[in-house]
Each structure stands twice: as C-alpha cells, then as structure tokens.
C-alpha cells in the first residue's frame, strides 16, 4: 500500500523533471516565439509547480533565469530519494 503511494509520487516527480527537460531542450532551440509554441506551453504548465516550489525555496539573490536549474536540481535529488524510499518500504512490506 506505501510502496504505491511512493511510486505514483516518484511518477508525479519524473513527469515534472521530465517536462522542465524538455521545457530546457525547446529553450535552446533558435526561434523568438518560444512563448507561443503550444509544446512549450504545455511544458512550462507541468513543471511551473517545480518552478514556483525553487523560487519560494530560494532566497532573492538567486536570480530567476537560475531558479529552472534549481527545480532541475531538486527534482533530481527528490527522485533519487522516492527512489531509494521505494526500495525501502518495498523491503519492509515483504518482511
């Protein structure tokens, strides 16, 4: 039962880390309507909650074209840790 809810919470995380990825990759492509392309809408909407949880998180001095690569940075590290969390719990349940 925890192992489930541990999983969809790690699928939350990957779907947001995914989207912020993909968000960086049509950044990087040339083009100046990157704000109306409809894919990078779509990508900016999935990780916004990201975005917005680093910026609350982060103090002022961090200016915000960084605060995507700390949304990156923390949802790296929050899926390693479901990641490890799963494993754990998965063990506990069999025992």
Known sequence: MLT?????LRILVEIALFSLIGQGVLHVLPGVDRERNVFYMVLKTL???????ARWMT???????????????????????????????????GA
């Open 59 to 93: 103090p002022k001095l961090v200016l915000d074209r960084h605060v995507g690569w700390v949304a990156l940075l923390l949802l790296a590290i929050l899926w390693f840790g479901l990641a490890v969390l799963k494993q754990i719990v998965a063990a506990g349940e």
């Open 47 to 53: 990780a916004s909650p990201a975005v917005r949880l």
């Open 4 to 8: 489930d809810v541990v999983a969809t």
